[in-house]
DNA sequence: ATATTGAATTTGTCTAAATAAAATATTATA
DNA sequence: TATAATATTTTATTTAGACAAATTCAATAT
């Protein structure tokens, strides 16, 4: 089956979303079994095993054994290449477009194959180069490096800290649209007042309110100590956004 | 084959390419042939033949006799939706993103099947709602009407007439780019000083200067006499575009 | 040493989109 | 009216991406 447009030789959509997976899942365990694979993307067994014998081929993957799947130089600068458009153009529609923390996802999902390299770097310049997107995620660089932070949560920081949000480790829509409401976006300052023993939930002050969060809930908010090393702090009134203001060529 | 992502019930990308090209063809004929199509597309007789009668079964397209191919109602609209996102995307990247006007169309070809209706509203309200994208060419409304313009072109203007430059009318990069070094771009004022007999080219003068075009040429340059309808002439000095201003949030 | 189990792979099937080559239908012409 | 030319459709294949069911493989547990 042809594309409609050409790829050159660029891996196709459905390899981008492989390789962008297994680059996650092997950011924390260093390897990947074809199981958490295919439950990760929703697919069978069969149909990811199958494509990690091609991906490998390809030069992509490297399938040493087993549940030993992992990335190989190529994969790793594909993948993050891949990261970096979907993270300009998070940020993009965060901040051109209107859109909420919980609906950049999909659009950008669909986006990420799409757009060339010249488009992301061009988006990358009218955004002035953000370090960060929209959820606190480091933007990879062009040459496809990610730098890695390693960060606490807001559950495992101790009682009476202040802290600043960096990152928020979901793309779930009901849960970023209630962070957001909450006013916990990356960038915002809290105090983590207590938290109830035995995993109990964890409050916490922000703009002199104070909030309980479950467990769930604050181990999925990433901190920094105190001044954060991210983009400034935003504010999100959705639908409160300007257009950006028509350059030279008018 | 199933698509990565979930494009609900909207028609496939390579459904999408046939209708649009079909809308194209039937704006001037009010009919097409499948060899007409299959030539447009750049596809085999046999590949176009089936993809009409699917698209005819799915209510795009009616196909009454033979080389009478035309859109219904419903695909009239996807034709214009589609269309509409495509000439926006277009005049995004050349006023925000810094493309030529030779540029803009492949990456606009990819991206017009991907981007929702929802950020296609949000690039429209960035670009201040253009009513012509950089070619020139009518951006159709979001309900799906693309209003009919019938415009003269640069071969058909009388001597000695004064005319402004309102669309271009081929995709072709070389063309494109050398009728923008020429500065023949859509909104600009040019004089007809005289045509050579049987078919001979015409001279114009643009910014006291005098060109020679070749017949081709001046077919493709589509005018109106004197005060434009177009949005404001464009001076394209590429590579000299400005990002735009960052909105609210900040 | 042999079951049992769980993971991975193979095999066979499906669909959408493309092709080429053969068959068929329509129009125009001698 | 028969025939040549042209346009269209059918038939059989291909490829990428998916699935389910059957099978193989390796590590334990008995």
Same mark, same amino acid.
């Given at each position: ?22 680059? *996650? %899942?092997?950011?924390?365990? $260093? ?5 958490? &694979?295919?439950?990760? /993307? =929703? +697919? ?65 999902? *669909? %986006?990420?194959?799409?757009? $060339? ?5 061009? &988006?990358?310049?009218? /955004? =002035? +180069? ?82 309980? /969060? ?37």
């Amino acid at each position: 089956m042809r594309k409609p447009y050409d790829r050159k030789n660029m891996p196709s959509e459905s390899s981008e979303m492989y390789i962008q997976k297994i680059f *996650r %899942l092997t950011r924390k365990q $260093s390897n990947a079994s074809i199981s958490e &694979i295919a439950a990760a /993307l =929703g +697919f069978s067994l069969s149909t990811v095993s199958e494509k990690v014998k091609h991906l490998t081929h390809d030069g992509y993957l490297v399938h040493e054994w087993r549940e030993h799947v992992s990335l190989s130089e190529k994969g790793q600068i594909t993948a993050c290449k891949t990261l970096r458009k979907r993270r300009l153009i998070e940020t993009f529609l965060y901040k051109f477009a209107g859109y909420g923390l919980h609906e950049v996802h999909d659009e950008a999902c *669909r %986006l990420e194959h799409v757009i $060339s390299e010249r488009l992301a770097d061009a &988006i990358e310049g009218m /955004l =002035g +180069f953000p370090k960060t997107d929209p959820h606190g995620h480091d933007i990879p660089s062009k040459k496809g490096i990610l730098p890695e932070r390693k960060l606490t949560t807001l559950y495992e920081t101790a009682d009476e800290k202040s802290v600043t949000v960096a990152a928020l480790q979901t793309t779930d829509p009901e849960l970023l649209k209630y962070i957001n409401d909450m006013g916990l976006t990356p960038g915002i300052q809290c105090e983590v007042i207590d938290k109830a023993p035995f995993k109990g939930p964890v409050r916490i002050k922000v703009n002199d309110c104070i909030l309980p /969060l479950s467990v769930t809930m604050a181990s999925l908010i990433e901190v920094v100590p105190a001044p954060c090393t991210n983009d400034k702090p935003v504010r999100n009134k959705q639908n409160n956004v300007k257009a950006p203001v028509a350059p030279i060529k008018s």
